[in-house]
């Protein structure tokens, strides 16, 4: 299994966990979806993009549509003085990943629109307390383990 491929299966337990209704909301709870993404896309975007030419067609993919859920998340938060600027700089990032821009360019962009979410929606961005290792095992064997396999390396029989 490729890096970038622990990364995505990591990132998508996030979400899973994050969206699961079986917990309370945490705080925050778009946007710490949306700071996930945009770290999603700033780490591996390199992986898809190389010297202005796509590396990895499947990859590059999925950073253009991390980008455009992020623009679409970003929206739907709720009213604040700086969403709109918030979604116009997802939109400049967006067209910074089409454009096959360097990875600087994004991951540096990609920052800034994580500090700002951070800043405008008061988001925590450590946890409150310890994960609970036992659950995310549970739910890693439940909602992802048929597909990322056991110990995540996408082998899974799904």
């Given at each position: ?53 796509v ?71 450590a ?8 659950a995310?095992?549970e ?20």
């Amino acid at each position: 299994m490729t890096r970038a491929a622990g990364r995505r299966g990591l990132f998508l337990l996030a979400l899973l966990i994050l969206a699961t209704p079986a917990s309370p909301a945490p705080p925050g709870g778009g946007a710490q979806t949306i700071l996930h993404a945009l770290d999603y896309v700033a780490v591996d975007y390199p992986e898809a993009v190389k010297d202005g030419r796509v590396a990895d067609e499947a990859e590059f993919k999925e950073q253009v549509d991390f980008v455009t859920q992020a623009i679409i998340m970003l929206g739907e938060l709720p009213a604040h003085p700086e969403r709109a600027a918030l979604v116009e700089q997802a939109r400049r990032l967006l067209a910074l990943v089409e454009g096959k821009r360097p990875a600087d360019d994004v991951a540096r962009l990609a920052g800034e629109i994580r500090g700002a979410v951070i800043r405008a929606y008061q988001v925590p961005v450590a946890p409150a307390r310890p994960p609970d290792l036992r659950a995310a095992a549970e739910l890693y064997a439940a909602r992802c383990a048929a597909c990322h396999g056991g110990e995540g390396r996408g082998d899974g029989p799904a």
